[in-house]
T-cell receptor, first 111, second 114 residues
Framework: SQQGEEDPQALSIQEGENATMNCSYK?????LQWYRQNSGRGLVHLIL?????REKHSGRLRVTLDTSKKSSSLLITASRAADTASYFC???????????FGKGTTLSVSS | DADVTQTPRNRITKTGKRIMLECSQT?????MYWYRQDPGLGLQLIYYSFDVKDINKGEISDGYSVSRQAQAKFSLSLESAIPNQTALYFC?????????????FGPGTRLTVL
């Protein structure tokens, strides 16, 4: 499979802690994106990182990309109960191709 | 109003029935996608269309067909539904000209095949 694989499958933390999720993939990519899904609802785009980028920030989100290891990580700092959701990485192998999603990490943040 | 809408939102049907799921968008995007989501398996791409005359198979197209009736409409059909097609189905769109080629998702259709 060429899809991204997230790790861990599930993560439980306390409010205020940081949450780190990892994504590994098998092919070369054009870009990698992270999405969030609240229970049973549609996915919402969080952040995109291109293959020539190593790190990007958006608010409390920090994404890194290591193309030599074919891996990415999503860090959510100072987590809140409202961050409870599933998080998916998605890879685009080449410009103009469809996104391929991983299986997701389920994050639970308790207050 | 939602930019990407899906109808129906929920559907229960029987094995062997033909089912059509519809997706409409008001975002003016040229690209549309159908995914299915099963618990623990993430999203799997069924079909995608980069414009009205372009249809492409995804990872799991067997048992499904699609129709791109217009730029704004993309329908998914199950010709003869079977129980293992019970899943949550999502439509998504994207803009080929965007600098950030993100996908915008509809709210999903929960399909149960008995």
């Amino acid at each position: 499979s060429q899809q991204g694989e997230e790790d861990p499958q599930a993560l439980s933390i306390q409010e205020g802690e940081n949450a780190t999720m990892n994504c590994s993939y098998k092919t070369s990519i054009n870009n990698l994106q992270w999405y969030r899904q609240n229970s049973g609802r549609g996915l919402v785009h969080l952040i995109l990182i291109r293959s020539n980028e190593r790190e990007k920030h958006s608010g409390r989100l920090r994404v890194t990309l290591d193309t030599s290891k074919k891996s990415s990580s999503l860090l959510i700092t100072a987590s809140r109960a409202a961050d409870t959701a599933s998080y998916f990485c998605a890879i685009r192998r080449q410009a103009g191709t469809a996104l391929i999603f991983g299986k997701g990490t389920t994050l639970s943040v308790s207050s | 109003d939602a930019d990407v809408t899906q109808t129906p939102r929920n559907r229960i049907t029987k094995t062997g029935k033909r089912i059509m799921l519809e997706c409409s968008q008001t975002k003016g995007h040229d690209r549309m996608y159908w995914y299915r989501q099963d618990p623990g398996l993430g999203l799997q791409l069924i079909y995608y269309s980069f414009d009205v005359k372009d249809i492409n198979k995804g990872e799991i197209s067997d048992g499904y067909s699609v129709s791109r009736q217009a730029q704004a409409k993309f329908s998914l059909s199950l010709e003869s539904a079977i129980p293992n097609q019970t899943a949550l189905y999502f439509c998504a769109t994207s803009d080929a000209t965007s600098q950030v080629p993100e996908q915008f998702f509809g709210p999903g259709t929960r399909l149960t095949v008995l």
